[in-house]
């Protein structure tokens, strides 16, 4: 930890450090720099969306422990001075400050000329790339390029009032229409009476942004705190367990509501209170009694046994939880922890070296799931936490909070049972029976009336993209799939076309065709017309069926070359403000001509570099032209269809603010690429009718004591930690970074909730909740012990990308090695009981090292290759939106061999059998001649065929004579009436049944180009520019020793 101290605001040159100078010169009691830059930089990291801050590089800029005398001593005045800081985002600035630089907050968190700079080996071998100097840390074990994960400070001196950061976002700069009166005061009486209002007062309230409707977290029930917080504890203890009927005014009630929202007096495990037998009492549950598989305990050497990888894909590990607790808990799809022991304090968490993180998938398709329609949805009055399976039920009219020990009256309605239709058991609801479960929301979660589906598509129409013939193959797919948008009789379309100008089409009903209008003027976009231009579906649909025949005809003579992309995005945005909705935009080249023109900058001769490449955007005008997306919940979905460089690094913003995702397909072209071919109408055909929920907010919430502070994924951060997702989508994954930030030495157990509220393109608003409740450890064995390697590496990749923008490739690199020689040098030295050479993991890291060295060699962090930057760009979008699942197939693929699939443990499902070949090592070691090996990345299936494979699998499998007839391009197995056959289509139908979208399979010869693409993902052998899995377990060992 080489870091100086730098004065906390040193960098800043932004609106947001004026901010802080004048709360400081104003001496507020709350002035602190120090305080404002916690939030600051939170949020700037936050909103970065590829957030730039790494905190772990800069605890002194980020003293978080100084929140809590703000939030502490002011109970109602802390959040309003906090709150018009939370509000401010960092992109915020980027928007009414002067125009900035491509990453203009970074700077502010820098502490000047990079401290944390490493100038390690690693920069030289750049130039020339060798096999261990890409990302060996030279001598500094402790290099700097390491994430130290103690980002927060230690020290609590006050009672905190919050969990997370900070609360009460009230304004939001971003969508002037959700803007407050600004009154602070007046604001926080709207969400006292606002949200209690669904179980107390029942008044009507306006909100006036999401913040409030989805509840904002302690700080928004705060009241006058005078009062004894240690009345809470005789509260707990003395009430009587079967109060009186229910009654809303009891003095628990109101006892309660004046309580100070946090307070450490208050017993803060669910074990301090004496529950009834009613309810949720197995929470009471000792943690005794648990065991893990005595598997789970091995010490392993990995220099001896190097081969860990199992041969049935890798499970997540299950908390070491009591039964009853594990069997509500949440499904790790959905909701993961990097340790699924958390430690009890920051300095244990410090110790094991390891990330302390969340992996989220909220909005996946699911075959159930619960869906609760109540007038009285059920939420914690203090920090508006869900009920959910790990609340304790004091007796049959009060719950206590698990996130911030809350005790809540039961409302009257939940007292009744809609499935067993029993009165008097809130514990049986499904609310308290579900970890994952979804509201019908009532008015209030409304801002506005729902608002309806709206679609538009952007289509780049100049010559370049005509030449390759995307437009066919996208207008078809439309026409196929029109029927099948989600939506309802309100569904809206529109289509704009643009190449040196913009096209708009009128679709008006009545009309005999589709008119088009031109605009030329692309300085000052107007839109003509705009009440025709986006259309009720179904009372237009034949005239969109036209266009939609029509349009790829329409430009097939152009020799327009110019593309004038963001005046087009533009003119999108005006015409979906009024109701928001999805853009999908198609481009093909880098734009040209007006705002938004980009430049070539990559250059091909330093592909190979870790360094000095262009992984920022070189104009933030897609940044912030998203932030207006995002205000006018419109999400952009971009469709990068191009053979040369289109600078993804600067266009990629536009769907990363605004929470829409990036699709990209290099080389495209309708004759000369049919497997992109397939791939995009696969693609679109899952883009164009999954699920889809409009103007979304999320909000994670986790117990007292712990603390969320970097977000990952594609969305914009509306108010500290608050996401604003104007479209969320099934496929989409989100990752946070947490802390401890006080001692949980009180609680045996932590919960984290995840709320989504959304309107359903059926008009519905909905909440989906999902609860994970895990165990507190106070040992750093059982923190190892507990660890989830998958989430570890995944967390640690979305930071890498972080790094990688705002460092350099190389630094993240290093830290990547680095997060792996930390964590077993701190398993070595302090768990460890009998220090033996060799290279001692816990069984539960057994994968680590293979897993950081397949990320090493990842698209997104190679070094040494010719990896285009686009390509590297978009794989980096990819390791930052994709659900966990998918972004570790796509970093350590399953290679299975398949010439000889039998029917011996396959599993049965449907009355069909489907063959579980073992999952090998990814080595050529593995492969042989005489046989066939599919390659399972994820998003892409390959299947190698060796050239002396037996003539069975060629004839019963691919139905080709011999070898050399294997067709070059080949992307489907023939369906034969051979036993062969039917094993293997029934296997590859089963990996690709498992994923919502259609992995593409190819089959390779041993002379196709694309057997390049296989042994890249060998990832246990030695390349001219890293180690083998072998050296890398070496260096790792040798460091780890020191
Ligand atoms: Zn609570």
Redesign the pocket.
């Known amino acids: 930890m080489s870091q100086p101290g730098i004065p906390a605001s040193g960098g800043s040159s932004t609106g947001l450090q004026a901010q802080n100078g004048a709360a400081s010169a104003s001496g507020s009691p709350y002035t602190n720099g120090p305080v404002q830059n916690a939030l600051m930089s939170s949020q700037v990291s936050v909103s970065q969306g590829y957030n730039s801050q790494l905190p772990g590089s800069y605890p002194h800029l980020i003293p978080a422990k100084t929140l809590n005398p703000v939030s502490g001593q002011s109970n109602s005045g802390g959040s309003q001075t906090v709150s018009p800081l939370s509000n401010y985002q960092g992109p915020g600035q980027a928007l009414y400050g002067p125009p900035v630089a491509s990453h203009p907050v970074t700077p502010s968190l820098r502490s000047g000329p990079s401290p944390q700079m490493p100038l390690p080996t690693s920069q030289n071998p750049a130039a020339t790339p060798m096999p261990s100097g890409s990302f060996l840390p030279g001598a500094s074990v402790s290099s700097p390029s390491n994430w130290q994960y103690n980002y927060l400070s230690q020290t609590n001196h006050c009672p905190r009032a919050s969990s997370q950061p900070t609360m009460t976002g009230n304004t939001n700069l971003m969508s002037p229409q959700y803007v407050s009166s600004g009154d602070s005061s007046l604001q926080n009486n709207i969400i006292k009476s606002g949200i209690i209002s669904n179980t107390n007062n029942g008044s009507m309230v306006v909100h006036n942004n999401y913040d409030e409707i989805e509840g904002g977290g302690f700080l928004a029930t705060s009241q006058p705190t005078t009062k004894n917080p240690t009345m809470s504890r005789s509260v707990g203890y003395s009430y009587p367990s079967l109060p009186p009927g229910y009654q809303n005014t009891a003095p628990p009630s109101t006892t309660g509501a004046g309580l100070p929202p946090s307070s450490l007096n208050y017993p803060s495990g669910p074990q301090a209170f004496t529950q009834t037998p009613l309810g949720a009492n197995h929470l009471t549950s000792s943690m005794s009694g648990l065991s893990l598989h005595p598997e789970g305990l091995r010490v392993i050497n990995l220099l001896q046994e190097r081969n860990m990888l199992p041969s049935t894909p890798l499970q997540p590990p299950v908390p070491n939880l009591h039964e009853d607790i594990q069997k509500l808990n949440c499904n790790p799809e959905l909701f993961r922890c990097t340790l699924t022991s958390i430690p009890q304090t920051q300095a244990l968490l410090n110790k094991a070296k390891l990330p302390l993180g969340l992996l989220l998938h909220p909005f996946k398709d699911l075959v159930q799931l619960p869906v609760v329609t109540s007038s009285t949805i059920v939420r914690?009055r203090?920090?508006?936490?869900y009920i959910n399976p790990f609340v304790s039920f004091l007796d049959q009219r009060r719950w206590k909070?698990n996130?911030?020990?809350?005790v809540n009256d039961v409302p009257e309605e939940f007292m009744y049972n809609p499935l067993t239709r029993v009165y008097g058991e809130p514990h049986r609801r499904p609310e308290v029976q579900n970890a994952t479960i979804e509201f019908m929301a009532p008015s209030e979660y409304m801002l506005r009336p729902p608002q309806p589906p709206v679609y538009l598509f952007v289509f780049d129409v100049s010559h370049n993209a005509i030449e390759t013939g995307y437009l066919n193959s996208v207008c078809q797919s439309l026409l196929d799939n029109l029927d099948l948008l989600p939506g309802n009789t309100r569904t809206k379309i529109g289509f704009i076309t643009f190449d040196s100008t913009i096209h708009f089409y009128s679709l008006q009903e009545g009309l005999s065709q589709p008119q088009m209008l031109i605009v030329s003027d692309i300085e000052d976009v107007f839109i003509p017309m705009p009440e025709n231009l986006l259309v009720n579906l179904n009372e237009s649909k034949e005239l969109v069926q036209d266009l939609l025949k029509t349009l790829p005809q329409m430009f097939t003579k152009t020799l327009e070359t110019q593309s004038a992309l963001g005046p087009a995005l533009q003119a999108a945005f005006k015409l979906m403000s009024p109701t928001g909705g999805r853009m999908s935009v198609f481009q093909t080249q880098l734009p040209t001509l007006g705002v938004g023109a980009l430049k070539p900058r990559e250059e091909p001769n330093q592909r190979s570099s870790a360094k000095e490449i262009h992984l920022t955007p070189s104009t933030d005008f897609y940044k912030k032209l998203a932030l207006d997306c995002s205000g006018q919940q419109v999400a952009v979905d971009l469709f990068l269809l191009s053979g040369q460089y289109s600078d993804l690094a600067s266009l990629g913003c536009i769907s990363r603010y605004s929470a829409g995702s990036v699709y990209y397909y290099p080389s495209y072209h309708h004759q000369h690429n049919p497997v992109q071919v397939q791939k995009l109408e696969k693609e679109l055909q899952r883009y164009l009718t999954r699920k889809i929920g409009f103007e979304a907010v999320m909000r994670i919430r986790c117990t007292k004591g712990l603390s969320i502070h970097t977000f990952h994924g594609n969305f914009f951060v509306r108010s500290t930690d608050l996401l604003s997702l104007p479209n969320v989508n099934p496929d989409a994954g989100y990752a946070v970074q947490m802390s401890v930030e006080e001692s949980l030495t009180d609680t045996q157990l932590v919960s984290f909730q995840s709320a989504l509220l959304y309107t359903s393109s059926k008009g519905e608003r909905r909440i989906r909740v999902h609860t994970l409740c895990l165990p507190v450890v106070s040992t750093l064995n059982e923190v190892f012990l507990g660890a989830d390697v998958q989430a570890i590496s995944g967390l640690l990749a979305n930071m890498a990308v972080d790094r990688s923008v705002t460092a350099s490739l190389s630094d993240a690199r290093d830290a990547l090695v680095n997060a792996v020689i930390d964590s077993l040098s701190a398993y070595r030295s302090s768990a460890l009981s009998n220090q033996q050479p060799g290279l001692m993991v816990p069984f539960s890291l057994r994968l680590f090292p293979l897993f950081v060295l397949a990320l090493l060699k990842q698209k997104s962090f190679q070094t040494g290759t010719n990896a285009r930057l686009d390509e590297r760009i978009f794989a980096m979008c990819q390791v930052k939106n994709q659900p966990l699942v998918y972004l570790m197939l796509t970093t350590h693929p399953s290679l299975y061999r398949v010439d000889n699939l039998s029917d011996e443990g396959a599993i049965s499902i449907n009355d069909r059998t489907i063959p579980q070949p073992r999952i090998l090592q990814l080595s050529v070691e593995k492969l042989s001649r005489d046989g066939a090996f599919l390659m399972d990345a994820g998003s892409v299936l390959m299947l190698w065929v060796g050239r002396n494979c037996g003539q069975n699998f060629l004839s019963q499998v691919l139905g080709v004579e011999n070898y050399a007839l294997i067709p070059q391009t080949m992307t489907d197995l023939p369906e034969l009436d051979t036993p062969e056959s039917a094993r293997t289509i029934a296997f590859i139908s089963w990996l690709r049944e498992q994923r919502p979208f259609y992995p593409i399979l190819y089959v390779i010869r041993d002379e196709s180009p694309m057997k390049a693409n296989f042994l890249q993902n060998m990832v246990e052998d030695r390349t001219e520019s890293a180690l083998s899995y072998y050296e890398f377990l070496l260096h790792i060992q040798q460091q780890v020793n020191k």
Do not use: G, I, P
Not at 382 to 385: D, F, H, I, L, P
Not at 403 to 406: A, D, F, G, T
């Open positions: 914690c203090s920090c508006r936490t909070c996130l911030c020990y809350r």
